[in-house]
C-alpha cells in the first residue's frame, strides 16, 4: 500500500501565472483534502473532495480550484498566482464519511514559490 | 469561528525530560481535537485524537494528552523525549460534519532535543 505522493515536490513560477498541483490518494481513499502552508504558520484548509465533488471551502478565492479523479488521483489548480501563494501545498486522503474526522494521511507536499 | 492557540513558537529540551506543549482552543460546542507532527520534509502525522468520552488520550510514540474542558486545553505530553521527537507540532479543532468537516491548525510548536 502506498501512502500519499504530491508532484512536484517545488515549483517556480511568476506573478499571474496558472499552476497544477497533483496528488495521488493512498488507495480506496474517496476524500482528499488540499491545505496551503505558508512558513511558519500552520496548514490553512483551501477545500476537500469526496467521491469527486467538493465538499467544503475555506477561506480561499475561487481561482483556487480543484478536481478528483476516480483513480483517487487529485489536483489543485491557482490561476492569477500572487507572491502570497507562496508557500508548502498539502493534500492529504482519508476514508469514510468523518471528512476531516477520519485519520488523514498526508503527503510530503509541494512547495510552490512565487516571484 | 473555532481557532487554536499555540502559545510556544519554540521549545528545547533535553533528552530523557519529560515534555509538554500547550494548546488552547475556541470553540462554541463540543470539540473535536487533534494532534499531529510534522518532521522536515514529512507530511502531517496524526499523534492522537479526543472525541468524547475519557479526557485523558493515548497516542503513538508514547505520547498523551489531556482535554480540559474548563480551561479550553489540550496539552500534548510525553514522560521522556527522544532525539527522534525533533519536529513540528500542530494543534488542530475540527469543525462541521461528516465529509464536510474541516480542520483549523494553530500555528504550530518547532521542537529541539538536546542530546
Known amino acids: 500500500e502506498t501512502g500519499v505522493t504530491q508532484s512536484p515536490t517545488h515549483l517556480i513560477k511568476t506573478r499571474g501565472q496558472q499552476v497544477t498541483l497533483r496528488c495521488s490518494s493512498q488507495?480506496?481513499?474517496?476524500?482528499v483534502s488540499w491545505y496551503q502552508q505558508a512558513l511558519g504558520q500552520g496548514p490553512q484548509f483551501i477545500f476537500q473532495y469526496y467521491r469527486e465533488e467538493e465538499n467544503g471551502r475555506g477561506n480561499f478565492p475561487p481561482r483556487f480550484s480543484g478536481l478528483q479523479f476516480p483513480n483517487y488521483s487529485s489536483e489543485l489548480n491557482v490561476n492569477a498566482l500572487e507572491l502570497d501563494d507562496s508557500a508548502l501545498y498539502l493534500c492529504?486522503?482519508?476514508?469514510?464519511?468523518?471528512?476531516?474526522?477520519?485519520?488523514?494521511?498526508f503527503g510530503p507536499g509541494t512547495r510552490l514559490t512565487v516571484l | 469561528a473555532q481557532s487554536v492557540t499555540q502559545p510556544d513558537i519554540h521549545i528545547t529540551v533535553s533528552e530523557g525530560a519529560s515534555l509538554e506543549l500547550r494548546c488552547n482552543y475556541s470553540y462554541g460546542a463540543t470539540p473535536y481535537l487533534f494532534w499531529y507532527v510534522q518532521s522536515p520534509g514529512q507530511g502531517l502525522q496524526l499523534l492522537l485524537k479526543y472525541f468524547s468520552g475519557d479526557t485523558l488520550v493515548q497516542g503513538i510514540k508514547g505520547f498523551e494528552a489531556e482535554f480540559k474542558r474548563s480551561q479550553s486545553s489540550f496539552n500534548l505530553r510525553k514522560p521522556s523525549v527522544h532525539w527522534s521527537d525533533a519536529a513540528e507540532y500542530f494543534c488542530a479543532v475540527g469543525a462541521g460534519t461528516g465529509t464536510a468537516s474541516k480542520l483549523t491548525f494553530g500555528t504550530g510548536t518547532r521542537l529541539q532535543v538536546t542530546l
Open positions: 488507495s480506496g481513499h474517496n476524500t
Open positions: 492529504a486522503s482519508s476514508l469514510g464519511t468523518g471528512g476531516a474526522y477520519n485519520e488523514q494521511f
